[in-house]
């Protein structure tokens, strides 16, 4: 039996996933992670480390990706609400250049797969939100890179409400157009 529902969206490899819950009068139990079922779904990366970001309204962190040491991205909001962004960078891609947003719960206990060759950024919908993520590659600092979360070409819709809290690394993002992509 599935313990995973896949939910395909319009960016080739980008995969909504709904965990099956089991319920009752104490809580709730869900698997947010087993092997086989990854597989069974078609996901089949190996994970090498996990994430926890705590976050307030209103923070936006991204559009990031590594460029050498590529990292898939598997996340989830534990509490709270974000809204997802998912942005193909892959050349060879019909996509290239096109996002889809998603929303990620503590309630819809949705997971969000990201595979390597997009970039990846989120903003708290919620007061706050804890969000995890499992990733495949480790996290290389000297590889990492930053779109504009604002790139006008973009246009991406972070249903904003009010102005964003942003890094200044995230603020000193690259245009689209001028950012690496992957081959």
Known sequence: MLTMKKIETSLPGVLLLEPRVFGDDRGYFLESYNERAFAELGIHERF???????????????LHYQIQQPQGKLVRAITGEILDVALDLRQSSPTLGKWESFRLSGDNKRMLWVPVGFAH????????????YKTTGFYA????????????????????????????????GTRFRDCEKFR
Not at 48 to 56: A, F, G, L, P, R
Not at 121 to 132: K, P
């Open 121 to 132: 950024g989120f903003r708290v919908v919620s007061e706050t939100a804890h969000v995890t």
């Open 141 to 172: 600092p000297e590889h990492e890179r930053t779109i504009m979360w604002n790139d006008p070409d973009l246009a991406i819709d972070w249903q904003l409400d009010g102005e964003p809290t942003v890094s200044g690394k995230d603020q000193r």
């Open 48 to 62: 090498v480390q996990d994430n926890h970001s705590y976050s307030s309204r209103n923070v936006l962190r991204g």
